[in-house]
């Protein structure tokens, strides 16, 4: 079984300034890690992936992250926020060889202001 | 490329009714996926079907089923509303069972009064 851990639910952050978002996550077996994105009254949307190979991942909109195995860790960086940048975002992972379900963090409400 | 399609977007149900909800996956996409968002539970795995067949189940009772058909599109449905059900019902397509990443559609939001 997969759990994940977002270490916080809300981050505050000015403009221009640089943000991480935390996520651990524990299993007994290999996972796929991924960051999803949600803003008000939409779905979600993939911001990054970790499948294999580089442990540091670039997704969309100027976000990267670091899949650190001996910490069980996957936390979401972005060098510079933007206001449009505010939204929530989840953690998830889904394990090896058990299809599409993924499991999810509780979420990290990001909030950019000027 | 479409999308993931979820339809209706909105729904107001009552206490005891039944309802279906829809979802078409991206085109070439086989393996769909169901998860409910609450405010105090998040995000939770409902069902996964591949090839017409679920392959996953989450644990919610059995007023919760799904079903997928040939062309990949599928529909779940809530029978004998509860309050609780008031959520946002989310489908997400991948490219196949194991394969890749998953692609989300924009929800249902359902309310049951």
């Known amino acids: 079984a997969q759990s994940v851990t977002q270490l916080d639910s809300q981050v505050p952050v000015f403009e221009e300034a640089p943000v991480e978002l935390r996520c651990n996550y524990s299993s007994s077996v290999s996972v796929y890690l991924f960051w999803y994105v949600q803003y008000p009254n939409q779905g979600l949307q993939l911001l990054l992936k970790?499948?294999?190979?580089?442990?540091l991942v670039k997704g969309i909109n100027g976000f990267e992250a670091e899949f650190n195995k001996s910490q069980t860790s996957f936390h979401l960086r972005k060098p510079s926020v933007h206001i449009s940048d505010t939204a929530e975002y989840f953690c998830a992972v889904r394990g090896y060889n058990q299809g599409g379900k993924l499991i999810f963090g509780q979420g990290t409400e990001l909030s950019v202001k000027p | 490329k479409a999308g993931v399609t979820q339809t209706p977007r909105y729904l107001i149900k009552t206490r005891g009714q039944q309802v279906t909800l829809s979802c078409s996956p991206i085109s070439g996409h086989r393996s769909v996926s169901w998860y409910q968002q609450t405010p105090g539970q998040g995000l939770q795995f409902l069902f996964e079907?591949?090839?017409?067949?679920?392959?996953n189940k989450g644990n919610f009772p059995g007023r919760f089923s799904g079903r997928q058909f040939s062309n990949s599109r599928s529909e779940m449905n809530v029978s004998t509303l509860e309050l609780g059900d008031s959520a946002l019902y989310l489908c997400?397509?991948?490219?196949?069972?194991?394969?890749?990443?998953?692609?989300f559609g924009q929800g249902t939001r359902l309310t049951v009064v």
């Open positions: 079907y591949f090839s017409e067949t679920q392959r």
């Open positions: 970790y499948l294999s190979g580089s442990t």
């Open positions: 997400a397509s991948s490219l196949e069972f194991r394969g890749g990443e998953a692609f």
